[in-house]
């Protein structure tokens, strides 16, 4: 295979928002490197279906949401005649993932429905506007916003915020407590 | 069994006795606020690692295999 150096550039400096969307889609940081390894390489396996002057992300972005949710249909089934052993991987998964302050965060996010999670993460941290993150999930630009809204409010309720001081430096400060 | 918390009355709900408090729309934003804070954070956390060896590695021995130097 004869990688194109521009395209070598723009797809490595797209590796570590990649890595940070998969990471928050997957709670495990070992997988997600593995969903972006598996992007990569369909994507320079499908290079030619990918059109020059558009966006180089949101592309790569599409190719690790839909192996992502692949695997998560994959894995559901494996749940629905298996013996709950799934369950055990996802509550293993916080710890896996990288700093403690993040934990209580990533816990609830991982409680989200997976279509919620990731027009929120889209939307809410890797900066994509309504309609991209609507190309991205292949549904209407509507859906992305409810999904984001009835993401944000979940979010509240998982993290028993009660006014915005419980939920604030303090939270921080007594992670970093516990972690040294 | 946790018990309910008696409430008060409706005619005792001043509004001057609970001093200032934020409307429920502010609240709402606050937290919202919040919780965006603490999502770019941590994506944030990630995004600052750069790119891990293996990636680089991974599209150097891509492009080689081109060259018959398959490895």
Known sequence: MKIDPSVRDAVLAAVPSLRAFAISLSGNVDRADDLVQETLLRALANIDSFQPGTNMSAWLFTILRNLFRSEYRKRRREVEDGDGSYAETLKSQPEQSSRVEFEEFRTALAKLPPDQREAL???????FSYEEAAEICG???GTIKSRVNRARSRLADLLSIESADDFGPDRATRAVLVES | MKRKPVRRGASSMNKAEFGPVHSEATLGREIQTKIGEQLRAMYDDV????VPDRFVDLL?????QDDGERQ
Not at chain 1, 121 to 127: E, F, Y
Not at chain 2, 47 to 50: A, K, M, S
């Open chain 2, 60 to 64: 150097r021995r891509l492009d080689k």
């Open chain 1, 121 to 127: 993460i889209l939307v809410g941290a890797s900066g």
């Open chain 2, 47 to 50: 995004v600052g690692q750069g």
């Open chain 1, 139 to 141: 549904c209407a630009v």
